[in-house]
């Protein structure tokens, strides 16, 4: 899932020549990509079913994306907010999810007052992809299963399940008397309805793809595939069971069942807002009686660009386990404020924290702030497609080099030291490297690049400018004139580490300045390929390594860097 605030995740750059015009989405040719290789590769993992032959395809497959040099790790992420000592239970996973049904105010309190980001781009969880709208998925919707307190999976909606000797059908038996947050019966055909929704074409969900494991999918004449078939997954009559057929085996489609993209929706209320098919998250852009939901916590109110109220849902199916009524979420991008309001006691959990203040609260060791594993990478990202490269007059081989280059020019150390502060590890791959290979073992055995000697790095990165054309000054600075317009939204430590690559390239005489954006219109300007060089996070959906490559096919809703296209 995309990450927000403190890590630091809306960074773009548009590079030109000065005397060139701006750049857009077009102009370069993908003719020499051959990127339907890397599509196949990932199709081949989805049905090798030898697994240790699936981490290997894997390992090409990440080969073949960090050869693009479009995608530039900087680090791993950890998880850093700021919890009240009377708040206690709140379950945190790797994935960035929170889970807040769990959590009990000891101080007496009723209300819980979080702030987790600002407003959000999505709540209907299929077309969410940020950790944000997730977590407000995780705790109004729930899947087949869910984690507990040990991040571990058991079961929600399904009281159990029973898998197949070959590993590729599933069996799950509801639990009795499930309810949507209006009192209406919930059961297997709901899940039907929801996959089959979320997988659809017309839905255009970014997660689609997740949906390619499944055994009679469907695929126009061109090959995208276009949603599931009749005998993907079916309900039993009576709704009691619901059965799963995948088209090999899949080490990860538990965890499927238990995030966001797999929960259910109610469909009356999904079609009821949807008339012309052309909005189809249109039945929970507000709170009311359309918004309806099966988790512990139902959409009340919501001012939007201030606060989001979600109360107790009262037909969820353990109401008892729910201890805090009611949660209030305050919207915010500024950290400035929001600090403040949790420093005067008007917010109880914050899921962001200034730069300025983490270092003394870090200093103090203050009991207050957690620092949690988690499974993610930090990364710029290039739009493969931008005529930033023809701009500067680079062909395909070029432009990797000068990608390479600027990769290479990231001080990742100075970075953690200065900016993150709470110990993140620096990137040497895109995959994080504690992910596990989907195979009983750790899948990171290879550094795309060393990080221990700086200098080192500096040296080659201007021999690989001078492969690409570029000449140099007896200082060390280039010749040709560059400048990147960098764009970043201002939440968290974005604007610093900004500051901090502005640094790193003018070693070499590039020129970068430093623009913000709203968070939501940088989404949706990189997804749209409407930006030239994007500055992205990804936190892993499950320990899968897929789940970082399949963002990158052709057809992904992910694919912000338009690879393919």
């Known amino acids: 899932m995309k990450k927000l605030f403190a890590m630091l995740t809306a960074l773009a750059l548009v590079v030109s020549l000065v005397g060139c015009g701006s750049s857009s989405n077009s102009g ?36 073949k994306l960090m050869d693009t040099w479009c995608v530039l790790p900087i680090f791993y992420y950890n998880d850093t907010f700021m919890m009240k000592d009377y708040m206690k239970g709140v379950v945190t996973t790797k994935f960035g999810m929170k889970f807040f049904n769990t959590a009990k105010l000891e101080n007496g309190a009723k209300k819980a007052n979080i702030m987790l980001a600002s407003e959000p781009d999505y709540l209907d969880p299929a077309l969410n992809s940020s950790v944000d709208g997730g977590c ?104 009691k069971t619901l059965t799963v057929k995948l088209n090999g085996v899949c080490p990860y489609f538990l965890d499927l069942c238990a995030f966001p993209a797999f929960f259910p929706v109610y469909e009356e209320t999904v079609t009821a807002n949807n008339p012309d098919g052309t909005t189809p998250g249109g039945w929970c852009t507000d709170a009311g009686d359309s918004f309806v939901c099966n988790g512990p916590y139902v959409l009340k109110s919501w001012s939007h660009d201030e606060q989001m109220v979600y109360v107790k849902n009262e037909h969820y199916r353990d109401p008892k386990s729910v201890s805090i009524g009611t949660l209030n979420f305050m919207l915010s991008s500024n950290d400035t404020a929001v ?67 600027l990769c290479l020019l990231i001080d990742r150390d100075t970075i953690i030291k200065n900016v993150g502060l709470t110990g993140q590890t620096p990137a040497t791959s895109f995959i994080p490297a504690a992910a596990s290979d989907g195979n009983g073992g750790t899948f990171h055995n290879k550094d795309y690049y060393q990080i221990k000697d700086y200098q080192k790095n500096v040296d080659e990165a201007r021999k690989l400018l001078e492969e690409a054309g570029f000449t140099f000054k007896d200082d060390g600075t280039m010749n040709e004139t560059v400048s990147f317009t960098y764009i970043t939204n201002d939440s968290g430590g974005n604007v610093k580490v900004a500051e901090a690559l502005q ?19 940088f989404l949706e300007d990189r997804k749209a390929g409407n930006y030239d060089v994007a500055r992205g996070g990804w936190i892993m959906d499950y320990d899968d390594p897929i789940n970082m490559l399949e963002m990158w096919t052709t057809n992904s809703g992910n694919n912000d860097c338009q690879f393919g296209r």
């Open 136 to 239: 407000l998925a995780s705790n109004s919707f729930e899947g087949l299963l869910t984690y507990n307190s040990k991040e571990k999976l058991v079961p929600a909606c399904a009281e159990k399940y029973e898998v197949s000797k070959d590993g590729t059908t599933y069996t799950f038996t509801m639990r009795d008397g499930l309810k949507w947050s209006n009192g209406k019966k919930l059961d297997a055909k709901d899940f039907v309805y929801s996959w089959k929704r979320a997988a659809s074409a017309e839905t255009a969900a970014d997660y689609a793809y997740l949906y390619e494991i499944f055994a009679d999918c469907q695929y126009d004449d061109d090959g995208n595939f276009t949603g599931l078939g009749e005998e993907s997954v079916v309900a039993s009559e009576d709704g």
């Open 339 to 405: 600090y403040a309001a949790y420093q005067a006691g008007n917010l109880d959990f914050i899921d962001t924290v200034p730069t300025d203040e983490l270092a003394k609260l870090l200093k103090k060791k203050n009991k207050e702030l957690h620092v949690v594993d988690q499974l993610g990478t930090n990364y710029v990202c290039f739009n493969y497609k931008s005529s930033i490269f023809s701009d500067l007059g680079l062909d395909e081989e070029q432009a990797a080099k000068f990608r390479h280059a």
């Open 28 to 63: 370069a040719s993908t003719s020499n990509l051959h990127w339907e290789e890397y599509d196949k590769m990932i199709a081949d993992i989805r049905t090798e079913s030898d697994l240790a032959k699936r981490a290997e395809l894997m390992h090409e497959a990440e080969d």
């Open 503 to 521: 640094a790193d390239f003018a070693q070499v005489g590039i020129d970068m300045k430093i623009e913000t954006e709203e968070w939501n219109v």
